[in-house]
């Protein structure tokens, strides 16, 4: 059985037409959860009740704005199974607040009740075991807020997210030991402060050919020259690794 990485979007916070960037692995694994995204799934015929976790890689609005109305859909059919939510320190605080902003009249606790949820704050260099056989070990990287990349594997398959992330020493390290990287690529080859740009990733794919990149967290650019291990999904493709 192959790992299947489906791109809800790739986009990056502004300036992009794309959806914003969240992943859906193996049906079970929700990979940040955009403004969007439950329409996203919905409409993409995504069966969120198969979802059995969520990783938040950090609090910026555009990776975690969506998980309010997420949850909110379990009132209409409420779980049986757990949802455990992996998430920066603040997270639960940060999630009540929102509900509270968007639906005050609405109980936290039924929401909890109805999503069987569980929130897990995710501490650095630490390893957890999903479901389906996924493990995900979570690595602090070079953002402007607490934010996390994963390795992910799956079949044996390796999977770095570097979610948004400047460069930083460490990173190709921690690539080289993984088959796949899905690299934050926020610009062409602008700065842009806790963000790398394509260029950045290209000296990556460079150094390390034997790992395929995902150019994702894009603004408004496109490929222009084909690298063997660089590829530029859109919103929506699946790729079966």
């Given at each position: 059985?192959?790992?299947?990485?489906?791109?809800?979007?790739?986009?990056?916070?502004?300036?992009?037409?794309?959806?914003?960037?969240?992943?859906?692995?193996?049906?079970?694994?929700?990979?940040?959860?955009?403004?969007?995204?439950?329409?996203?799934?919905?409409?993409?015929?995504k069966?969120?009740?198969?979802?059995?976790?969520?990783?938040i890689?950090?609090?910026?609005?555009?990776?975690?704005?969506?998980?309010?109305?997420?949850?909110?859909?379990f009132?209409?059919?409420?779980?049986?199974?757990?949802?455990?939510?992996y998430?920066?320190e603040?997270?639960e605080?940060?999630?009540?607040?929102l509900?509270?902003?968007?639906?005050?009249?609405?109980?936290?606790?039924?929401?909890?009740?109805?999503?069987?949820?569980?929130?897990?704050?995710?501490?650095?260099?630490?390893?957890?075991?999903?479901?389906?056989?996924?493990?995900?070990?979570?690595?602090?990287?070079?953002?402007?807020?607490?934010?996390?990349?994963?390795?992910?594997?799956?079949?044996?398959?390796?999977?770095?997210?570097?979610?948004?992330?400047?460069?930083?020493?460490?990173?190709?390290?921690?690539?080289?030991?993984?088959?796949?990287?899905?690299?934050?690529?926020?610009?062409?080859?602008?700065?842009?402060?806790?963000?790398?740009?394509?260029?950045?990733?290209?000296?990556?794919?460079?150094?390390?050919?034997?790992?395929?990149?995902?150019?994702?967290?894009?603004?408004?650019?496109?490929?222009?020259?084909?690298?063997?291990?660089?590829?530029?999904?859109?919103?929506?493709?699946?790729?079966?690794?």
């Amino acid at each position: 059985m192959k790992t299947e990485i489906y791109f809800c979007g790739v986009g990056a916070a502004i300036n992009t037409t794309s959806n914003h960037s969240s992943y859906l692995i193996n049906s079970t694994l929700l990979i940040d959860a955009p403004p969007l995204i439950s329409i996203i799934l919905k409409k993409q015929n995504k069966e969120i009740h198969l979802i059995d976790n969520i990783i938040i890689t950090h609090l910026h609005g555009d990776h975690f704005f969506g998980l309010p109305f997420l949850l909110i859909e379990f009132l209409i059919k409420k779980r049986t199974n757990p949802l455990i939510i992996y998430g920066p320190e603040n997270l639960e605080a940060k999630l009540i607040g929102l509900l509270n902003l968007a639906f005050p009249e609405l109980d936290y606790n039924k929401v909890v009740e109805a999503a069987n949820l569980k929130i897990v704050t995710i501490k650095n260099e630490t390893e957890h075991f999903l479901s389906n056989d996924i493990i995900v070990h979570f690595t602090r990287v070079n953002h402007d807020a607490e934010t996390y990349g994963l390795v992910l594997t799956s079949q044996q398959i390796k999977i770095f997210f570097t979610s948004d992330t400047a460069y930083f020493d460490n990173l190709p390290e921690i690539i080289k030991k993984c088959s796949y990287c899905v690299a934050d690529a926020t610009s062409r080859n602008f700065r842009i402060k806790g963000h790398m740009t394509y260029e950045d990733v290209l000296k990556l794919a460079l150094k390390l050919p034997n790992v395929t990149f995902f150019i994702i967290h894009r603004a408004s650019f496109e490929e222009q020259e084909k690298h063997h291990n660089i590829i530029f999904p859109q919103d929506y493709d699946s790729y079966k690794l």
